[in-house]
C-alpha cells in the first residue's frame, strides 16, 4: 500500500520559511520521480519541483532560488524547503511519486501554505 505523508504546512509571513515533509512507505523515494504540485486560489495545479532518482532537479521559474527540494533516503522522505515566501506562493502544496519503472503514481494529501501578514 503506497502512501504519501505531508507536512510542514502553515501560516507563515512574507519573507519567511517552511519546510514540507513528505513521507513515503510502500515505495522508495529513491527509484520514484518525486514532485512537489501546488494550486494556488483561482488557479490551476502546477509543478513546483522535482527531483529524479538519479537526484536531477528541476524548478518553476518563479520558485528557483528560493525552493529546494531533496530526499533523505534513509528516512524515505522528500523534502521542499522554501525560503524568502510570498504572498503568491500561498497555495495546498501536494506531493507526488512517479515510478519510471511502472508508470504507476500517488498522491499526498496536501497541505495547506498561506503566506500572509
Known amino acids: 500500500q503506497v502512501q504519501l505523508v505531508e507536512s510542514g504546512g502553515g501560516l507563515v509571513q512574507p519573507g519567511g520559511s517552511l519546510r514540507l515533509s513528505c513521507a513515503a512507505s510502500?515505495?522508495?523515494?529513491?527509484?520514484?520521480?518525486m514532485r512537489w504540485y501546488r494550486r494556488a486560489p483561482g488557479k490551476e495545479r502546477e509543478l513546483v519541483a522535482s527531483i529524479t532518482n538519479a537526484g536531477s532537479t528541476i524548478y518553476e521559474d518563479s520558485v528557483k532560488g528560493r525552493f529546494t527540494i531533496s530526499r533523505d533516503n534513509a528516512k524515505n522522505t522528500v523534502y521542499l524547503q522554501m525560503n524568502s515566501l510570498k504572498a503568491e506562493d500561498t497555495a495546498v502544496y501536494y506531493c507526488r511519486a512517479w515510478s519510471p519503472f511502472t508508470g504507476n503514481f500517488a498522491w499526498g494529501q496536501g497541505t495547506q501554505v498561506t503566506v500572509s501578514s
Open positions: 510502500g515505495i522508495s523515494v529513491s527509484t520514484n520521480v
